[in-house]
């Protein structure tokens, strides 16, 4: 469906008023108003992964998400409740389910880039968790309802020597064995062209393109016609190498040719679009729902991706799979975060019908923070919980026992 550019223009200026959350709203009605904000916490793992903590004087709590240190974490809270400039716009002691108004405020109200954005992606994940907490409903439940009730998960292929036919053999072997049954896998060119991630010149020539064709030549032949391929890019390359790349790996038929370019708009991705018929797939990257128009009114990419942590939260997302479903273009939401990114884009793919896939790291049914309902994957799909929130019980002692070092408990 191609919008017009009046139309086009119109969902533009309405964008950072114009979440609507019609569900949530008339589901939470009866609960408006009893329930307040106490606190928002942030606490780091070992790991690396950062979390959110919302407090009520309910007694519930909501969880997120987020990236970045704790440190960081907690000065963005500081910083948006109570101590920046504008300390009215702040969570503390606000209605936890007017989610808009707190989306709007602050990533809109109060604009916010960089690191902040990862955090509010986070607090936004936990207020919604929350949200189902006091309904007693599933996030999907209160964006709409089930389209789906299992996920199709796509993983990702290990590293080694990608010119290696035997390594290819064993590789495929092994990653085909799983029990989870993934029938997709996301293959970087860094390891075909055998160098660390994102260090590498965007330019490459004649003898780098061989090199890919041969390492994903191998891929396919090791995986067999019918499993996935997604050529993976990391936003390394400029335009006439993305070019050579594409043309490199079109006989393999991939499933999607992924951050090829800078993840900002550009006209280099409308050049690239012209040079190929690959299946085009970008942003991880974006930030909000404006990210995206130029990409759609130039249908210069088949796919989305959005994250998240780092798209503006649930609600972030939910705004940019409804801009896409409008010239029907599916989204694969970006996940290779911890346990409730995996839970919450779960979530969002199953109450959004152009969501028919997500990533998913292939320990994402292995965290050990659940104190209940592990994530179940089976068959290459994974199956959405039904319990209210994001669907999780955390183990606290695990997580105490496993802070960062110097992390202060639930600081």
């Known amino acids: 469906m191609q919008l017009t550019r009046r139309s086009l223009l119109q969902a533009a200026l309405a964008l950072p008023a ?196 041969r390492a994903y030549t191998l891929a396919r032949e090791a995986f067999g016609p019918d499993i996935g391929i997604d050529v993976h890019c990391h936003c390394e390359l400029d335009v006439p190498s993305a070019i050579k790349v594409a043309k490199a790996v079109e006989p393999i038929d991939p499933l999607f040719f992924e951050d090829p370019l800078a993840p900002e708009w550009s006209e280099g991705w409308m050049a690239l679009r012209r040079a190929t018929r690959l299946p085009i797939m970008t942003g991880e990257n974006m930030e909000l729902a404006e990210w995206a128009i130029p990409f759609l009114n130039h249908q210069a990419v088949d796919i989305f991706q959005p994250d998240i942590i ?15 479903a409008h010239y029907r273009i599916p989204i694969a939401l970006h996940n290779v975060s911890g346990l409730l990114l995996n839970l919450a884009s779960q979530q969002v793919a199953a109450a959004v019908f152009n969501c028919p896939r997500i990533e998913c790291a292939a320990g994402a049914d292995r965290f050990r923070w659940a104190a209940k309902n592990p994530i179940v994957i089976r068959n290459g799909r994974m199956q959405v919980c039904t319990d209210p929130g994001l669907g999780m019980e955390l183990d606290q002692d695990y997580l105490k026992a496993n802070r960062a070092a110097n992390e202060p408990w639930w600081g």
């Open 18 to 213: 114009g979440v609507s959350l019609p569900h949530l709203e008339a589901q939470s009605a009866p609960a408006r108003g009893l329930v307040k904000i106490t606190a928002i916490r942030a606490l780091e793992l070992k790991e690396g992964r950062t979390l959110i903590r919302i407090d009520t004087d309910a007694g519930i709590s909501g969880y997120g998400e987020c990236g970045g240190p704790g440190a960081v974490a907690r000065s963005v809270i500081a910083a948006y409740n109570g101590s920046g400039r504008l300390p009215h716009l702040g969570l503390i002691g606000k209605d936890p389910l007017a989610i808009q108004v707190h989306f709007h405020n602050m990533f809109y109200a109060y604009p916010q880039r960089g690191r902040a954005m990862r955090v509010l992606g986070g607090i936004d994940m936990a207020l919604w968790d929350l949200a189902g907490r006091i309904l007693n409903k599933p996030v999907s439940k209160l964006l709409g309802g089930n389209f789906r009730e299992e996920i199709l998960v796509y993983s990702h292929a290990t590293g080694g020597d990608y010119l290696s036919k035997e390594e290819w053999r064993d590789r495929a072997q092994r990653l085909l064995g799983d029990p989870r049954g993934f029938q997709a896998f996301k293959v970087d060119i860094h390891h075909a062209l055998g160098i660390n991630m994102q260090e590498y010149s965007p330019s490459i020539g004649p003898a780098e393109a061989r090199r890919i064709n």
């Open 310 to 324: 780092n798209s503006g939260g649930i609600t972030g997302v939910k705004m940019i799979a409804d801009l896409a």
